[in-house]
């Protein structure tokens, strides 16, 4: 995912961006990269905070105990950041499909009729939710476990 949201945070953007300026006599597609701007730069506002969280770490001079509790938090936040991922790639997928077609291959995919596009959006959200939902429970559900779990641990072992 590091790699996917570092190619996404330098040049995704600035593509919706110039996309919407350059197709901006239709409605649709400035609210298309209007949508995409905003959960690109609270994704990356989310970012800058966990590499924060990561720089204000000082390994060397922190106890051990103190820097577990630093490291947990991070990797809550971390956690946080991938849930906050998945409720917003499905529609940073749609709505920069939307602009990409439109700008660079003068596709009109937003021309077709309300009905058509709601149902069409609307499966597209259904599918992209449930597939990004079971990757979630299969892959990071566990880690959020263990991460409880290890908090719990800290703070019988702090009570001692």
């Not at 949201?5 to 995704?12: G, M, V």
């Not at 939307?98 to 599918?127: E, G, M, R, W």
Request: aromatic share 14%.
């Amino acid at each position: 995912m590091n790699i996917l949201t570092s190619l996404f945070l330098r040049f995704l953007p600035p593509l919706a961006i110039w996309g919407t300026v350059r197709i901006s006599d239709n409605i649709l597609y400035v609210i298309a990269g209007t949508v995409f701007t905003i959960l690109s730069v609270i994704l990356l506002g989310m970012y800058l905070r966990k590499y924060i969280i990561v720089s204000k770490m000082d390994f060397y001079r922190t106890p051990v105990l103190e820097l577990q509790k630093k490291f947990l938090k991070y990797k809550q936040y971390h956690n946080q950041i991938i849930k906050t991922e998945i409720l917003t790639i499905p529609i940073l997928v749609l709505s920069l499909s939307a602009i990409t077609l439109k700008s660079v291959k003068n596709v009109d995919i937003l021309s077709v009729p309300a009905q058509n596009l709601i149902t069409t959006y609307s499966f597209a959200l259904i599918v992209g939710y449930g597939f990004l939902f079971w990757l979630y429970k299969s892959f990071y559900g566990k880690r959020l476990k263990n991460i409880n779990d290890f908090i719990e641990e800290l703070k019988e072992f702090e009570e001692k």
